[in-house]
Nanobody, 120 residues
Framework: QVQLVESGGGLVQAGGSLRLSCAAS????????MRWYRQVPGKQRELVAG???????NYADSVKGRFTISRDNAKNTLYLQMNSLKPEDTAVYYC??????????????WGQGTQVTVSS
């Protein structure tokens, strides 16, 4: 069994910062790409940022220059540093990871989500 557990969400004023964490646990051989998504009620889940096991990153245009994705491979943990937050960043943020669990099986896992609310 593999679990992804997010933490760090909350309520913050516009212009403020939050740091999200996502810890992976269970029978893990390796973690490949890790990503943060977000979703607003009534809209599709959108990709916020991704990072490979080697540290290559990509970001949605809407968060470039404000958000930073990182990971600690030794701790199987993903982070998202969010600065200069805007009300439009309000959403439930989900962690996603491609995890190799056996020599022949790589599966896609999701966390339960953490709410981020930015007040104007």
């Amino acid at each position: 069994q593999v679990q992804l557990v997010e933490s760090g969400g909350g309520l913050v004023q516009a212009g403020g910062s939050l740091r999200l964490s996502c810890a992976a646990s269970g029978r893990i051989i390796s973690i490949n790409v890790m990503r943060w998504y977000r979703q607003v009620p009534g809209k599709q889940r959108e990709l916020v940022a991704g990072i490979t096991s080697g540290g290559s990153t990509n970001y949605a245009d809407s968060v470039k220059g404000r958000f930073t994705i990182s990971r600690d491979n030794a701790k199987n943990t993903l982070y998202l540093q969010m600065n200069s937050l805007k009300p439009e960043d309000t959403a439930v943020y989900y962690c996603n990871a491609e995890i190799t669990v056996t020599r022949t099986a790589t599966n896609n896992y999701w966390g339960q989500g953490t709410q981020v609310t930015v007040s104007s």
